[in-house]
């Protein structure tokens, strides 16, 4: 049974069969489970990723936008639509890295406990939670790139620099997803994420500055929307797209989010390791 | 392969000989003040088939889990496979086969998808994974079930899957930790002889087990757990030898006499034990027991002759039974 035709290890010289020569990195292998079983759920995960937000383009942008342009001739200086997709977009990326960073993990740790069959193999807890971040990655940039390409068609894009839109959607949902799958990895039951929706991410989606200008909040409340991730998110994403970009400002949001993501990385290799290794 | 540990032997060379794939100096497992396992000794060679036999809370899976480099060890020295846990996990992993306690299988996906996920691992290509895969689910008797999805299976056909997963590296070490728990005896039958046959064709098995039938047929050598310690070790006829007699009476008395009897008849035997529902007596010929405890004119409910067992072994290491 032991090494029948010779390629045991993953170094052995089954890999070595490959066009590609080198080993695979570990954590790009756990990334490589979330894919085959996204196999499985990617229909219904094209609705809530990809055909929600261009409704809301549809019915906000169009739609409402129609109206809102009539009374008062743009908002922030464009369209209504102009200005309301290019936010759909970093709410959007909150959605996807919050959701996948939620009940996938409680699911990976408890339901399937798929973290524990990849701990039985070469994978070490930093290559899990890599993989896992990982593949909330790829869901980000695959679902970015299809919305903008989207509003492109409506469009909205007023500048070469809206490519950089992309990265600033999957930092924005990074910096959910990472320190949100700190937390799922804590949790022994799953109801904190119905508080989690509840209390931040729907009051988020709302008032972050993704359907109106923060300023039209009261003078009190401005300085919370300004502390939000996703405020800044909204910001670099618009400023980008509408090519109002300006290098501080736009440095600031991104450097916001990438420091959000990073401690939440951080924190996560903390909460991973205690739950996992006992 | 050293069938017995003599540690002024062993000292001299920390990574156990060169047909050693395991070898524990002193191995301590703490989960804050508790001590679960409790300064462990043990070598274990190449093709062998070692078991770990004890009941729950032993600190049987504390060991396997140390073993498969999942939990850290908390003293002592640890070596599998001549490596460091501490240092060389992902290296050790690469070559051994873990079967959890507690299935992790993917019940959504099919059964061979469990298996090529797997397979990705250990970054096989897709192609060895599939041709392994179908080799070891007939071997797994799940051949008709490949596509089917994982979720209705019985309890027998996930542990067959589980044990045919941590097979697809093809590892030199395999470990299963309880591996017929909560199966019914038809399965675990078929599961026996599954492991039966992997021992054969030279895999080296190392199982924890609290069922001693399972024990006798599987274990080259075993080491009797009990609160974190061994409290015996040796192939299962040397510990039957030791540690018990031939043959064993069961008598049965109405529930409360036992005391009284065992008094009476403990001249009869070797030795004697009192549990709740019987009284059990230790005796080279049993039959000749037997006749003496009727000539006392002594007449039990019932009456039984039987050949020693590892139960026997435990009961007389612990006072306790394996399985209450």
Redo the contacts between chains.
Sequence with gaps: ?????G????AGP??A??LWPW??P?WL??L??FA??YK?TWRSSITTSFLYPVLYLAAMGVGLGSLVDKHTHHVSGVPYLDFVAPGLLAATAMQIGANEAMYPVMAAIKW???Y?????????VVDVLRGHLGWIGVRLVTVSTIYLAVVAAFGVVRSPLAVLALPAAVATGLAFAAPIAAFAATQEQDVAFTTIYRLGLIPLFLFSGTFFPVTQLPGWLRPVAYATPLYHGVSLCRDLVLGTASLWPSLGDAAYLVALAGAGYWVARRTFRRRL?? | MTAHLDPSTAEPRPNGGPGTLVYAKGLVKR?GEFVAVDSIDFEIGRGESFGFLGPNGAGKTSTM?MI?C???VSGGTLRVLGMDPATD???I???IG?V?Q????????TVL?NL???G??????RK?IRERAMRLLDFAQLTERAHDKVEPLSGGMKRRLTIAR??V????LLILDEPTTGLDPQARHLLWDRLYR?KQ???TLVITTHYMDEAEQLCDRLAVMDRGRFAAEGTPRQLIERYSTKEVVELRFRSGEHDAVAARVSGLADRAEVLPDRLLLYTADGDGTLARVHAMGLTPESALVRRSTLEDVFLRLTGRTLVD
């Design positions: 049974m032991t090494a029948v035709d390629s045991g290890g993953p089954g890999a069969r490959r080993p695979t570990l292998r756990g490589g489970y085959y079983q499985r399937i406990r798929t524990f069959a990849m701990l039985a193999t070469p994978l070490r290794v006992v | 989960f889990r498969s999942m939990s850290p996990g992902p290296v992993r690469a070559r873990l959890p507690e299935d992790s299988l993917d019940l959504e996906l998808d090529m996920v797997y990705r691992y250990f970054d096989l290509p060895v941590s097979l590296s093809e590892p030199d992997l064709e030279g895999v």
